[in-house]
């Protein structure tokens, strides 16, 4: 059966309701207090049963990736789908490139994959690689379910809240400078440059 994985805080398997699984607060819920905020501003890829907290939520058959988040700005989660992460992660470090803007992305440790080299060793300001791995709830048992692979939060647009969670819900690795608002241009025209040449 084909898994799609990763629809805001949702796992589940095609066509097969029962398998819906949802992210457990212990991951998005340290998140939170870390960056002191109640909620999300934004879930583009949310879903009816998520337990992730969000003011504006995309949920199907509305279509997050082709929406345009800056009508949200703030804080944004995104748990794209783990088949085809990377235009999800491009349009993180979109939103995170505005001013005053951050989004966490939770994603598969896969540091061999292009979309890995193109949007989170070269766009991401931070990557916390979380101690556990994720253990999914099952909504209509309450069961859990635990994750094939470790996990990590991807943090784009500022490291806020990065330095609370170190040491606790996982290990920070930071890769560059926070966005400085002088610099945001040249470091879109880099980053855009990034994902060109990974297109050819």
Known sequence: ??????????????????????????????????????????????????????????????????????????????????????????????????????????????????WWRRFVWAAAEAVLFLHERVRFIKPDAGERSGAKWPSALVFYGARNGVAALHGRLGEAMYLRPPFLTEHQADAEAIAARIVGEGER
């Open 1 to 114: 059966m084909t898994e799609q994985l990763g629809i805001d805080g949702v796992r589940s398997a095609v066509a097969v309701d029962s398998d819906v699984e949802l992210t457990p607060p212990e991951v998005f819920g340290p998140v939170l207090a870390a960056l002191r905020a109640d909620a999300f501003t934004l879930d583009p890829c949310s879903h009816s049963l998520a337990l992730v907290p969000a003011r504006h939520r995309i949920v199907p058959p509305d279509d997050g990736l082709a929406a345009d988040w800056s009508r949200w700005p703030g804080l944004a989660w995104v748990n794209g789908p783990y088949s085809d992460i990377g235009p999800w992660l491009e349009r993180c470090w979109r939103y995170g490139s505005m001013v005053g803007c951050i989004a966490v992305a939770l994603v598969k440790v896969d540091t061999a994959t292009s």
